[in-house]
């Protein structure tokens, strides 16, 4: 059996997670999960001012802080910080963590190789809209493979104590040590799939152990204390989902099915570049406190393509907000926002998008809010976007002056006038997987 | 007798582009086929009205007890485009909870 731990659900996670899941009990390996889709085009940006950076920057001294105990207790991590300059990330952290034995997985990154796949005839089309990528070439910011657990494991395989890739996916994070250590086969689907489904149980971290659980949520231990999950993990493919006893939070049928469906596409076909996995062959059984036993999974071949993660510049927006008290505070808040919209127009801007939400009656649940019809306060929140820059800024200059040309009574403007953001859009698109080679090097 | 859906099931939403998938669990195995029966691509698309503006797709876990059901075109064009609050549907499924079924 061995113990993997997740410590991290993205970038921006609870810093001190990682640091307890190695000081509060036994495990073999810690998983790191780093990268959202948009994260590897901001990633991008930073490499592009900087050819060091483009990696998540709270890798490096978060091992540095650990190198004592992974060394006293032969824990090994895989992480996907490396983002789009993980032979950066590895110099950074063998600075922080000298001694160590790191690798670098390589071969995700095709930024430079787009047109080279287009010059062969691959569209690349979205997997949603069906559209071409030629047609937004020009402004594509970087271009990933989602990569497997192979490289990964084969990076274990050579002794590394330190594995850092780019854009692997989240479960081969997880899937990985389960190779390393049980040498399963690359058409070992059952098992493969199994791995898999332990991944996305604990890639999103705490959000298994407690963390957004609907179910008796005002019980749950210790939620300053949360315990992130640990895979104990057997060869024949079953495993348990856990914490260490001595951490808050919870494990249970709930906590896990919560987790099992986050961010589900069809269950019977969830598609990773190293087999597909079945979620409706899942059996789960509650073995002990804090202790849920996982069995019977299934899965089939791995697909012949490989998915595309872009990321590309989709012009501009911004969002402002004002703040209107009782009485009548949703109605002045709608005047203020036809107001708003009626200058846009006497000012010639035209935008993709005009969108109004107000805040504390149907901002998160539209028609499906229940109705309150005179709510004590509400906050009016008008976005918009579009491709001109000059278009959105002049918009960030049209709430304010409503604290005194506007209905009464608006407050809540102390900000200022809201920051203009560029929009990075997502566009996904498969490739042949032959097309991705991935290799390895290790250091130290 | 009509009950509002959190007093049998409980759920958990999230993102994927403009699609928001919204898992569906019971909270004993025997409300199972009254989700199912109930918890319907037409009367989810109708509950949430203009937010989801395109098909809802229900898929079955008898396994775990629980539906995923897929929310297409929901997310005002999802992560970094959108410009909703709830721009990854993180309280959708917690919205679907007062959604008025039958159960038996």
């Known amino acids: 059996m061995i113990r993997i731990a997740n410590g991290q659900g993205f970038w921006g996670d609870w810093l001190e997670a990682p640091v307890r899941l190695v000081e509060d009990g036994p495990i073999d390996f810690l998983v790191l999960d780093y990268l959202a889709e948009v994260t590897m085009s901001i990633l991008q940006k930073q490499k592009q001012e900087n050819p060091n950076l483009g990696y998540a920057r709270d890798f490096p001294p978060l091992i540095g802080r650990l190198a004592p105990r992974l060394r006293e207790r032969g824990i090994k991590v895989i992480a996907n910080a490396g983002g789009v300059n993980p032979t950066a990330c590895a110099r950074a952290v063998m600075e922080a963590a000298p001694g160590l034995r790191v690798a670098v997985v390589q071969g995700d990154d095709v930024f430079s190789r787009i047109d080279e796949f287009l010059a062969k005839g691959y569209e690349m089309r979205d997997m949603d809209t069906g559209e071409p990528l030629a047609g937004i070439r020009a402004r594509i910011l970087s271009a990933n493979a989602y990569i497997g657990a192979f490289p990964l494991a084969a990076a274990l395989d050579c002794g590394a104590q330190v594995v850092i890739a780019g854009r692997s996916t989240d479960t081969a994070l997880t899937l990985a040590p389960m190779i390393h250590a049980f040498g399963w086969g690359a058409e070992d689907w059952n098992r493969l799939a199994a791995g898999t489904i332990a991944g996305h149980i604990i890639e999103c971290g705490a959000q298994c152990s407690g963390g957004n659980c609907q179910v008796d949520w005002q019980t749950i231990p210790r939620m300053a204390d949360i315990g992130y999950p640990i895979i104990e993990a057997e060869s024949d493919g079953s495993f348990t989902v856990t914490k260490h006893e001595r951490a808050g939070g919870r494990v249970n049928l709930d906590t896990v099915k919560e987790q099992l469906l986050y961010e589900l596409g069809d269950p019977r076909n969830y598609i990773t570049p190293d087999c597909v996995a079945h979620f409706t062959s899942i059996q789960l059984e509650n073995s002990g406190p804090d202790r849920v036993r996982v069995t019977g999974i299934r899965g089939g071949p791995r697909p012949p393509t490989l998915k595309l993660s872009i990321s590309y510049a989709n012009g501009w927006k911004s969002i402002g907000t004002l703040v209107y008290s009782w009485p009548q505070a949703l109605g002045k808040a709608r005047a203020a926002d036809q107001i708003v919209r009626r200058r846009l127009v006497e000012l010639g801007l035209g935008f993709e998008e005009i969108y109004t939400e107000y805040f504390g009656v149907n901002a998160c649940h539209g028609p499906a809010a229940p109705p309150n019809p005179d709510p004590p306060e509400v906050q009016l929140r008008i976005g918009v976007r579009g491709q001109d820059r000059k278009a959105v800024d002049r918009f960030t200059r049209e709430l304010i002056p409503l604290v005194l040309n506007g209905p009464p009574g608006a407050t809540g403007f102390g900000e200022g006038r809201p920051p203009v953001r560029e929009i990075v859009a997502y566009w996904s698109a498969l490739i042949p997987r032959e097309e991705i080679a991935t290799c390895h090097e290790v250091f130290g | ?104």
Request: aromatic share 6%.
């Open chain 2, 1 to 104: 007798m009509k009950k509002p859906l959190g007093t049998i099931a409980h759920t958990r939403s999230g993102d994927k582009g403009d699609t928001c998938n919204i898992g569906v669990i019971a909270l004993k195995p025997e409300y199972y086929a009254t989700i199912v029966r109930e918890v319907t691509p037409e009367r989810v698309k109708a509950y949430f009205g203009e937010l989801v503006k395109g098909r809802v797709e229900q898929f079955e876990l008898p396994n775990l007890a629980a539906v995923n059901l897929l929310l297409h075109e929901s997310l005002g064009g999802g992560g970094t485009v959108s410009l909703r609050v709830d721009a990854q549907g993180k309280t959708y499924g917690a919205g679907l909870l007062g959604m008025e079924i039958d159960v038996d």
